[in-house]
């Protein structure tokens, strides 16, 4: 027996190309989910081999003392637990029992080991596995600790406003193996599920239903999957000697987020992957990725559970170990050769891991709390000798002891905090700004400017009063113009006349692509902020009093750049105008200057839409943008552009055939439609599948080269991730390929013009059918197609998604079914604009 579907898994990692560390899992009332969790122990009772006949479920957290259970977990007291019954099931713990539409059961949380903790598990001893798993245990019940710490919450009184501190209850299974491919042994996979009644217990032995918020943040999952594999890897240089060391992704000299023992041999810890090859081997047939595709992939593809002997599984075991001449002795070789840090050392090494999350931290968000925090410093201390005792004393003592660091006013009723540089970063931008306002060097008479204007009569009243204010005004001029106003047009009408006045116009953007589409469609000479930073370096390009600098997409550009940028331009004398749109996408990096800076100067506004050829649709963008994304889908709905799904298979499909009827009869062909999702995983899932469409419909030719996993055809549209000089191109250049030979393709641009790559030197090639909304901003198509998914969508990328088109926008999407229309509308409002510490300062620093 197993459980439905209907419960999503989210992870800290993908199943694909990662090492899943920590799932959740929430269990609904649904019959079938209590039974297969109620049985779970008895049906694993012999965990595939174990002669032993112990269960292997045990009741573990402070909350199942409370409640008098202790020892084995037994399928009675276990189902009235999940029904939210007290043990006996004499009475109710909750108030919202089984039965009622929408109760939560529990939570299953799968704390998985790195693949060579397995592999050296199954090549080991007997007393050499005990050891182990000595170690991964006292890990796990040091995490549980910490979930209880930082997720025993409940709420109590009327209308649940009070929330207290509460033990909770965890029912943990070990199993060993992952399930099989048919006609093999499975696996060694070391792994527990800690399974969890949605029952808490308070300090007064009251009890109710878990608050599960802070279970399900992301930043939350993340610490807690991070935690427990640093315990891990301390416990097992401290007490065994065995090293570990956290390995760079593949062909990127980046670091990954978990550990794996040294001294495993890479391929074996392949070969002994078979399930998870199998996984990602039916998700390459099938075009697809992500989350919730892999977890369809492990459902179609189990196999039933074939009961194993320990016999019948060390033999094949001891088998794939010989083919990689690595046994039993050469895992005990790697026992007792790392020594554990002194105290002194530990404390060292902790005070640097926090440092270096603190610096990773800052690099993208202005404002932190300590849970945010706390995660990066479990990510940094993976395979560096600490464990939690280690990282969360350290984070403690940075936010206590550091002086550099700041306490700001709460977030959500969290302490928050940022650093000192920070505030001075942002005080530096602000302070730039509003002295470059204050001049007036290069000042042009209206008459010059009316002048050169009668000669575009298609220029709008709000443009005409923009391109105004960016030659009369001072030398810091903000110009604020939603999605589709013309913001282009307009600077092109601006550069005619600065150029009238003597004036050289350097453009430059965040994104080398939207600095690519403001000199094509502006006629400003424009390069991306990084260069341009390079080049004034370097003296090979100077900024004076005849420089005016334009910024566009000004809204993606972090304190950071936008205090370096603005530095440059007042001490050369010269002016700078930032255009933009604070509603649509986010800085990447930490801060929001543009839209702080428009709050303290003032901005000229440009709100007359004019991309759209509907005015129905023009009002849609507009209702995205002021967040009432209600009345947007209701007016999608009507003209027929909402496409509600009850499954997300069902919702790609329905776009696949949607993009067919319409993209392939477009007169721009298939550059006219424009796919877009809200995450990388989504993006290449909608990729693969529209070139399936292609492809099944003679599109594109036979002969393919595989590039990062992906395999592009002649006919193919593609785009180039990474800026490269030699080829003369861009991050986000768009073009087809024209040919493919061995390693090598060919890409005409959408420039027209025509590029060789060899994929062997430069593979940042991907398709470009479906794009992120983040690629995506900057970009006009004749009709956009935007794949929602509610969990990573927000305001501002709605906002975005929904003003690309000139003449249709369609929405696809499968949470509706689940979430309600209402729900979907809500999360497509809310706001996650980026923040400036500065905003939230409790006092002078």
């Not at 199954?122 to 997720?151: P, Y």
């Not at 097992?236 to 000697?241: R, T």
């Not at 050769?337 to 270096?356: G, I």
């Not at 889908?633 to 027929?640: H, Q, V």
């Amino acid at each position: 027996m197993r459980p439905s579907g209907s419960a999503a898994i989210l992870t800290t990692r993908s199943l694909t190309g990662s090492r899943a560390v920590l799932s959740i899992k929430p269990l609904t009332s649904d019959g079938d989910i209590l039974t297969y969790y109620a049985h779970l122990g008895e049906a694993e009772s012999h965990d595939y081999y174990s002669e032993d006949g112990a269960r292997p479920g045990v009741w573990r957290g402070e909350g199942a003392g409370s409640l008098g259970l202790a020892g084995d977990v037994t399928p009675e007291a276990f189902r009235n637990l999940l029904e939210g019954k007290s043990p006996d099931g004499a009475r109710s713990l909750v108030q919202n029992q089984r039965g009622a539409r929408g109760r939560r059961a529990g939570f299953d949380l799968t704390f998985s080991l790195p693949k060579s903790f397995s592999v050296l598990w199954s090549q080991a001893s007997e007393a050499d596995r005990f050891r182990l798993d000595t170690v991964a245990e006292r890990a796990l019940l040091r995490t549980l600790r910490v979930v209880e710490e930082l997720c025993g919450k409940t709420r109590r009184g009327k209308g649940s406003h009070a929330i207290e501190d509460a033990r909770l209850v965890f029912a943990v299974f070990q199993h060993d193996t992952a399930r099989g491919v048919p006609g093999e042994a499975p696996d060694a996979n070391r792994h527990y599920h800690c399974v969890t009644p949605n029952v808490a217990v308070r300090e007064d032995g009251t009890s109710g239903a878990i608050d599960a918020r802070h279970l399900f943040s992301r930043r939350m999952k993340n610490a807690l999957g991070g935690l427990f594999r640093a315990e891990v890897s301390m416990l097992l240089q401290d007490q065994l000697g065995v090293a570990t060391h956290r390995p760079n992704r593949e062909g990127r000299d980046e670091p990954v987020s978990w550990w794996e023992v040294t001294g495993v041999p890479e391929g074996l810890v392949r070969a002994m992957s078979k399930r998870r090859a199998e996984v990602e081997t039916w998700l390459r047939r099938h075009g697809l990725s992500g989350a919730k595709a892999a977890e369809k992939a492990a459902l179609v593809t189990r196999a039933d559970k074939k009961r194993f002997t320990r016999q019948e599984l060390d033999t094949a075991w001891a088998e794939q170990g010989r083919a990689w001449g690595f046994g039993r002795q050469q895992a005990a070789n790697l026992f007792g050769n790392n020594r554990s840090l002194t105290p002194e050392e530990k404390l060292s090494k902790a005070s640097e891991v926090s440092d270096r999350a603190l610096t990773g931290l800052l690099d993208h968000a202005a404002r932190f709390t300590r849970n945010e925090l706390l995660e990066q410093a479990a990510i940094e201390s993976q395979g560096a000798g600490v464990g939690i005792d280690d990282v969360t004393r350290a984070v403690e003592a940075q936010l206590t002891g550091n002086r550099e660091i700041v306490r700001l006013q709460d977030k959500e009723r969290v302490p928050s905090y940022t650093t000192r540089e920070m505030l001075r970063l942002e005080r530096q931008a602000l302070d730039a700004a509003a002295r470059l306002s204050r001049r007036h060097g290069h000042a042009i008479s209206s008459a010059l400017v009316h002048q050169v204007t009668a000669g575009f009569p298609t220029l709008k009243h709000e443009q005409q009063r923009a391109v105004e204010r960016i030659a009369t005004g001072g030398d810091a001029i903000c110009v604020t113009g939603f999605a589709g106003t013309g913001k282009t047009f307009m600077l092109g009408v601006a550069k005619r006349v600065l150029e009238a006045s003597g004036y050289r116009l350097l453009g430059t953007s965040l994104a080398a692509k939207s600095a690519k589409v403001l000199e094509a469609n502006s006629g400003i000479e424009s390069t991306h902020l990084d260069r341009l930073f390079v080049e004034l370096d370097r003296g090979l390009r100077q900024l004076d009093y005849k420089t005016v600098v334009i910024v566009d997409e000004a809204g993606t550009v972090g304190t950071r750049h936008m205090a370096s940028l603005l530095s440059r331009v007042e001490a050369a004398g010269a002016k700078v105008v930032l255009v933009g749109d604070e509603r649509q996408t986010q800085a990447v990096a930490a801060g929001a200057p543009f839209r702080k800076i428009t709050e303290t100067l003032g901005t000229t506004e440009m709100t007359q839409v004019v991309r759209q050829q509907d005015a129905w649709a023009r009002q849609v963008v507009l209702d995205l943008r002021a967040g009432d994304a209600a009345a947007a889908l209701t007016a999608l709905d009507r003209r027929g552009r909402l496409f509600l799904a009850l499954e997300r298979e069902d919702a790609i499909e329905r776009l696949c055939e949607r993009w067919e009827r319409l993209a392939l009869r477009a007169p721009g062909g298939v550059s006219d439609v424009l796919v877009m999702s809200s995450t990388v995983l989504d993006t290449r899932e909608l990729n693969r599948r529209v070139q399936d469409v292609m492809r099944r419909r003679g599109q594109l030719g036979d002969y393919a080269i595989e590039v990062d996993g992906l395999r592009l055809h002649l006919g193919d549209r593609v785009m180039l991730t990474r800026n490269n000089r030699l080829l003369g191109v861009e991050n986000g250049t768009l073009g087809e390929v024209t040919g493919v030979h061995a390693k090598r393709i060919w890409v005409r641009l959408d420039s027209g013009f025509e590029v060789e790559i060899d994929t062997e030197i430069f593979s940042h090639v991907t398709l470009a059918y479906a794009q992120t909304v983040h690629k995506a901003q900057g970009t006009t198509c004749e009709h956009a197609f935007y794949f929602v998914g509610a969990a990573a969508t927000d305001r501002e990328l709605s906002y975005v998604a929904g003003s690309r088109a000139r003449q249709s926008t369609s929405l696809f999407t499968y949470e509706a079914a689940a979430l309600g229309l209402d729900e979907l509308a809500a999360m497509m409002s809310r706001s996650r604009q980026n923040e400036m510490a500065i905003e939230h300062t409790l006092e002078a620093v």
